[in-house]
Structure formats: C-alpha cells, structure tokens
C-alpha cells in the first residue's frame, strides 16, 4: 500500500565511521579533563592533609585531636550537627510535601525562600544574625533583660547552621516527589486510609532514599559550615569553636600538625559521606529498574 511505503526507519541508519571515531576521541578527552581536574584540585589535597597529618607520628596525631580544645570542638560540632540535621529533615519533608502535593497562592515565593541561602554567603547570613541578637541589636536588649545568650554561644551557632543547611534535604525531596505525582496518595486516601498513615505507609517509603540522601548532605555542610558559624561564635576556646574554627586558630598560631590531624577527621567524615552517597544513588538506581515479572 502507498501508506507504508511512507514509513521511515531511523534506527536503522549507519553513522559514518569518522563520526564514531570523533565521538570517541571528544568522550576520552572530556574524561582525562575532568578526571585530571579532580586530581589536582580534590584527591592530590586530600592526600597531601594525610602524610601532613602523619608526618611527625601517630603521637602527634592523637595528641593533637584528644586535647581538650580538640575534644571540645568536636564535641560541639556533633551537638551542632544532632540539633539541625532532624530539624531541617522535618522541614524538607513539610516543604516538600506542601510544594508537591498541594496547590495555594505563594507556592513561588516559598520555594524562593528555601533556595535564599543557596544565593546569600554564609559570612553574610551571620553577620543578620549579630544584627538580630546582639547585644546593640535588635532583640539585644530584650535578650539582656531576661539573660538570653545567642551571639557568641552556641544557640547562636545552631541558628547560623540552621539557616545555611535549610535547602538541602527540601531540595533533594522536591524534584522527586514531583516526579512521583500524586496518585498513590490519592489512591491511598480513596481507600480509606487518613492522611498520617498514608504519609507513614505510601508518601514516606517512596522518599526514603531522597531523604536520607538530604541527610546526608545537610550533615557534611552542619559539620563544615565555617563562615556563618565564625561571625557568630566569637572563637571562644573551648566554648564556641567548631572543628572548622578549632583548624583555623591552630594553623594560624603554627600548629600545623595539630591543624592537619583534625583536618584529618573532617576529611575522613567526607570520605565515608562519599561511600554512603554512592551507595544511596546505587539503590536508587536499582530500586527503578523494574523486576523481570513486571513485564
């Protein structure tokens, strides 16, 4: 019939050789390019903080991160870290939940909102809160009256964190609980169950692995967060220093062994935040390839 003669087949053109050939030299040069920029700016510095840390024994290195203001440091960036990270997950589930799954005026200007500290630095973020809190602030002198601290101690580090850590696990959620849509929610409710339980039993395990990767995220920036945190904090030693703050005053007073074991630490978090990372994208990755009887 004249109709099928019509057809075309595009799948079955052959590209000419000199193209595949092109192709493949441009992909191999692209990979040397990135994979040598990550050498010299990530995985060469990461080695260089190792033998630096090492370099004068494993004495040093264990002297240098159970001193007291190492301890201390530490021991505030974990506190630090336990406060924001579960807040800032209940906030990007609401968000994200509320940006998804619901229409309502101002949906814009609150996705503007979660993504302002991704355009606003750090430094700058602190410097709001000292307006706010200090002691010539704002709030300065209603806080005085009732002896309420924030500037220079350690509620105002967990506010700083709190703000700069904000996006990351609302950002993670959002891209997928849109491309997941609404129909299992809707189906869920439509057989009678309440809105918690379809959260708990529908919404909550199609997220999971979006959300501990947020987590995951917001833990690495809580832990490395330096400039909010050192506008607030004071650099009180043994108070208000974090492990970022903690490197900083040790590597400018020539401690240069002491600063690099606790570097050390940091770096090794980010190593095992890496491993975890790939892991989460890995399940991921499999959790969407359909089984064989789903066919």
């Known amino acids: 019939m004249a109709g099928h003669a019509s057809i075309q087949y595009p799948h079955t053109q052959v590209q000419s050789p000199m193209k595949e050939t092109e192709s493949r030299w441009v992909r191999w040069l692209l990979i040397t390019a990135a994979l040598g920029f990550l050498c010299l700016f990530l995985v060469l510095p990461l080695i260089a903080i190792f033998i630096k840390t090492f370099e004068k024994g494993s004495a040093v290195f264990f002297a240098a991160i159970s001193s007291p203001d190492a301890l201390s440091a530490i021991k505030l960036t974990v506190v630090v870290a336990v406060i924001t990270v579960p807040l800032n997950a209940i906030f990007g589930v609401a968000a994200a939940w509320a940006v998804t799954k619901f229409n309502f005026k101002g949906k814009s200007l609150l996705i503007t909102i979660i993504d302002l500290p991704f355009a606003i630095s750090p430094v700058i973020a602190g410097l709001v809160f000292v307006l706010l809190f200090s002691s010539h602030g704002l709030f ?9 601290k924030i500037i220079f101690a350690v509620p105002g580090i967990v506010i700083a964190t709190q703000l700069i850590t904000l996006p990351f696990v609302a950002r993670e959620l959002i891209p997928l609980m849109q491309t997941q849509g609404t129909a299992d929610e809707e189906a869920s409710m439509t057989l009678g169950a309440s809105g918690w339980k379809t959260f708990l039993l529908v919404t909550l395990p199609n997220i999971k692995w979006g959300l501990l990767y947020g987590i995951i995220l917001c833990t690495a920036r809580a832990i490395g967060e330096f400039g909010a945190v050192s ?19 040790l590597y400018n007073e020539y401690q240069f062994s002491a600063a690099f074991a606790v570097a050390s630490l940091m770096s090794m978090f980010a190593i095992i935040t890496l491993v975890v990372k790939n892991v989460i994208e890995w399940k991921v990755k499999k959790s969407m390839i359909p089984e064989k009887g789903d066919f």
């Open 140 to 148: 300065g002198p209603w806080l005085q009256a009732h002896d309420i």
């Open 231 to 249: 506008v607030v904090s004071g650099h009180i030693r043994g108070v208000t220093n974090t492990m970022p703050l903690h490197i900083e005053i």
